[in-house]
């Protein structure tokens, strides 16, 4: 799929989203530009590049100073934080936007920073105010950030994709751009490690000498050699956490942990840290090679270059730097196991990288999303999906297996405009369920709330440890057709009752969506019929009316009890989800479709606590 074409599939989406949400009734305006931000944001957490996305739009003066915002993303122990700030145009033809006005909008989210961590602008707001929480938030915690990004999202093309750091009250600010050509090689291609390019030239001065084994009878080549430590911080701080794609999506999390071991040798005994530690292990999709300065062989450079083992290792190095400028990283060596890609099949090329993972980090029990698309429960979802159609016995739904594969599918089917556009009418974007969806649509509706505040690497974490029984055995049997009509049902439920409550609350409306949803099958998950659900494919207006009721009453309850603290971190609590369920709430309506009726109501009250 050319640029062109991806933006133009690009805007349809955000139209498409728009209308959807036009169509819901009591929805607020969806604002063109909010709805890309949001879409470009969630696609950067399932990839892993940010953490789970809160769209909060703010603009105003404060002084002489010009501060915007269009969204956010915060790590679980708030040591690490995510800033957004869009600039849409909703063009349908390839533009450029100047550098100076991305450094612009990238200026003004950092004066918005600026001030938060000066603790001068909470005053300056209104509580009601989308940004008023996060403000407190980076008040708060700005002494413990170990990272901080800017993200400038744009749909046009952007000359320079990045912009030199800036340093705010004592912290160090990546400034980045993701503009429609950074996003077209992530969505279209499902490979965002394309645009890594490592040249060991600018690096460290010339080729990493090596010892290099062709791959004759296998599908990669294989390199062993040594990183210098310092040339392995630089790396780390150009591309960040993108560098770990391939490795611990939820290794963002915990980026800003230092082992103290590696820690303790890169201050004690730098020298020795090569006999002490493990090393890493790398995949790339292409290689140069090229001669050292005494003439034996080198890697010149790594193109699509992902460490999938030993990012702890990377991170670590880089941190205890930053913290202990005294560390000497040039008496430091890393060894390195090299993995060059030769595959051209993608799908067995991404299951090569699970394999290189699973077994790599097997020591360590890692568990990631990523290296689950190959479980016997996702496959066979898959192929649910692929051979299940819609009532209407046209459309299907789509179970992304792998990440990006939905958009693989687009670039490998679509050939044509008019293929295309069939294509999208059959299996629109509206009805993509990623793992990380469904993990979130069950555990909701399983009445765990609390995991799926937690955002959706550690849920879908949760959620696979479920399915996971003992001695390599599944605890719960394949689905069948029934069982996935069933889920599908839950994930439409789910949907409809998230674009219900996003309009009615200024912020958290994630956590207040799945604690309505797990309240819904609390209090009448008994009787709902989801065989209709799917008969449907959609859900009534009265029962959208029941959890408009209920989730009012859940906003209510979550702010009483969580006693001053954050309701986005009271909601990952298991206290959080006993207070919402023992409370007591509106009797359930009269006349919903998709619940069956029983003689009397289960848990009700005239009046919410």
């Known amino acids: 799929m050319e640029l062109n074409e991806f933006l133009a599939q690009t805007q349809a989406e955000v139209r498409a989203e728009i209308g959807q949400r036009l169509g819901t009734l009591g929805d607020a305006y969806p604002y063109p530009e909010s709805v890309f931000t949001e879409l470009v944001m969630q696609h950067m957490a399932d990839i ?40 849409y145009q909703g063009t349908d033809e390839i533009a450029p936007v100047s550098d100076t006005d991305t450094k612009t909008a990238a200026e003004q989210c950092v004066k918005f920073l600026g001030k938060c961590a000066e603790g ?11 940004a008023y929480t996060l403000v407190l938030t980076i008040q708060e915690c700005y002494a413990n950030l170990d990272q901080i990004r800017i993200y400038v999202l744009t749909d046009r093309q952007a000359k320079a994709k990045n912009f ?63 990183f210098p430590g310092e040339a392995l911080r630089f790396i780390y701080e150009k591309y960040g956490a993108r560098l770990l794609e391939a490795n611990v999506r939820s290794f963002l999390s915990a980026a800003g942990k230092v082992n103290k071991g ?31 300065a005494d003439g034996g062989p080198g890697i010149l450079w790594l193109k699509g270059m992902q460490i999938v083992n030993g990012g702890q290792t990377t991170a670590s190095m880089y941190f205890t730097k930053k913290k202990n400028p005294d560390v000497d990283l040039r008496r430091v060596r890393v060894p390195v196991k090299v993995i060059v890609l030769r595959s051209q099949d993608s799908a067995a ?83 993509k369920i990623s793992k990380t969806d469904l993990a979130k649509y069950l555990n909701a509706w399983a009445q765990r709330p609390d995991l799926v505040s937690f955002g959706s690497q550690k849920n879908f974490e949760r959620f696979m440890d479920t399915l996971a029984g003992e001695d390599g055995q599944p605890a719960v049997p394949l689905p069948d057709v029934t069982a996935f009509k069933q889920m599908i049902g839950k994930a439409i439920l789910f949907k409809a009752v998230h674009r219900l409550v996003r309009p009615m609350f200024p912020a958290f409306q994630a956590n207040i969506a799945a604690y309505t949803v797990a309240l819904l099958s609390h209090l009448i998950g008994e009787r709902v019929d989801f065989d209709r659900i799917w ?66 109501n289960r848990k009700s009250s005239s009046a919410a606590a």
Request: proline share 4%.
């Open 349 to 431: 090329e991404e299951a090569l990288i699970a394999d290189i993972s699973r077994y790599a980090n097997s020591q360590n029990s890692v568990k990631l999303s990523d290296l689950s698309a190959n479980k016997p429960f996702h496959v066979e979802l898959e192929k649910l999906a692929l051979a299940t159609y819609c009532p209407d016995g046209v459309s299907r739904w789509f179970y992304e297996r792998a990440a990006g594969s939905y958009n693989v599918m687009l670039a490998r089917e679509g050939t044509t405009p008019a293929r295309l556009r069939k294509i999208k009418e059959t299996i629109p974007t509206a009805r």
């Open 262 to 292: 590696i820690r303790d040798t890169l201050r004690e005994a730098p020298e020795r840290f090569m006999a002490y530690n493990n090393g890493i292990v790398v995949v790339a999709d292409e290689a140069r090679l090229g001669t050292t």
């Open 120 to 130: 001068r602008l909470a005053s300056t707001m209104d509580e009601t105010n989308d």
């Open 164 to 226: 030199k750091s800036r340093e705010v009250n004592g912290k160090t600010v990546r400034l980045e751009v993701m503009d429609i050509e950074r996003l077209h090689r992530h969505w279209s291609e499902g490979k965002p490690r394309d645009e890594l390019v490592v040249s060991f030239e600018e690096v460290c001065g010339g080729a990493l000498p090596c010892v290099y084994v062709p791959g004759e009878m296998s599908d990669y080549d294989y390199a062993l050699t040594v």
């Open 48 to 87: 892993g590049m940010t953490f789970d996305p809160i769209p909060c739009h703010y603009s105003a003066k404060v002084g002489n100073a010009n501060l915007r915002l269009s969204g956010y993303a915060v790590s679980e122990e708030a040591d690490q934080l995510d800033l957004f700030v869009s600039l």
């Open 535 to 600: 008969l449907e494919q959609s859900v009534s207006s009265q029962l959208l009316d029941q959890a408009k009721i209920w989730a009012h009453e859940v906003n209510e309850v979550l702010h009483r009890t969580a006693n001053g603290r954050m309701i986005s971190e009271w909601a990952k609590k298991q206290d959080c989800w006993a207070a919402v369920r023992d409370a007591t709430y509106s009797p359930q309506i009269d006349g919903i479709p998709e619940v069956k009726q029983e003689r009397t």
